[in-house]
């Protein structure tokens, strides 16, 4: 599988501690049979949208021209990975949703009121005022084909050529300055055999945009003409999960107090070397994690002061565990 770029431009969270998280994973929402999806013209104009999990997912549609879908998210079983063009606009690439699972969701990000490649979501519940996990993300079939192909209104991707989600939260009313975003496509490759398109699910990490009560995702392409991004403003997403118990209430430094122990993580950012101090002994181990959750370092825990050499690793955003035998301490740091 392609390695896909993630990209932050999010103010790094501190220590947290998960109690619980919700999973959107859409499954038992109703279809009337196989390959069809989510359609409701009852309110033309209004939102008709849905709510799975803690979350509510707005779905605007009209019934001009036969019925037409303006914005927001819909529900699909659809299964089409080869037919191109906007008729085929609630079909995964990948043909099925995450993990084999029937159902995922689909966004159409274009705001009917505005006409901005936007989509948004709401939490609902207790998951209101906290950070969200992520989703898996892939391309629907139609922008997917339309940038490998080019079609009647976007030309075929190039090299330089890329195309993006940006994803930011609203807490309290207010649009948050952090966002993080990831490649849906990417041909800025120094090798071009390297460029891709997203045909596979993938994890969407969320956690950098902290508390939140509301998401919106913006898309963008190299692919622009007079009337806007040419490339099909759409994504698919499924398994949306949310922390709606997520402690956040420590302050965002690198010290963490767990049972009798006080923990110190420092410098952060760092470069070559990475500092964890526990007070006692009774860490066993620390683990160094990408955002996916893949391990990249492991160390058996010293009594006190631990080094843990870092400068193989690459620039980016990572978390450390420090483990003991009945409990456990997240802290996230920077790799420059």
Partial sequence: MRRVTLFFTALVLGTTAVRAQTVATFEALSLAHADTFYTNYTAPGADVGFNNGLVRFPCVYDTSFGGVWQGGFAYSNMTDSITSGYLNGYSAKAGIGHNGSEKYAVAFCSDPVTFANQAKVKLTGTAM???VKGFYITNNTYAYNSMKDGDFFARKFRNGDWFKIIARGYYDGVLKSDSVG??????LQPDSANNYIVK???WFDLLPLGKVDSLVFTLSSTDNGSFGMNTPSYFCLDDFTTYETFD?????????????????MYPN??????YVDIADNSANSIWISDLRGNVVTNITAAVQHNEINISSLPAGVYLVQVNSKDKKAVMRFVKQ
């Fill in 129 to 131: 005022g906290h950070p």
């Fill in 269 to 274: 950012p760092a470069t070559n070397s990475l």
């Fill in 248 to 264: 956040t209430t420590t302050p965002p430094t690198s010290v963490v107090a767990t049972g009798t122990a006080v923990i110190k």
């Fill in 182 to 187: 990831f490649y849906l496509a990417n041909f």
């Fill in 200 to 202: 596979t699910w993938e």
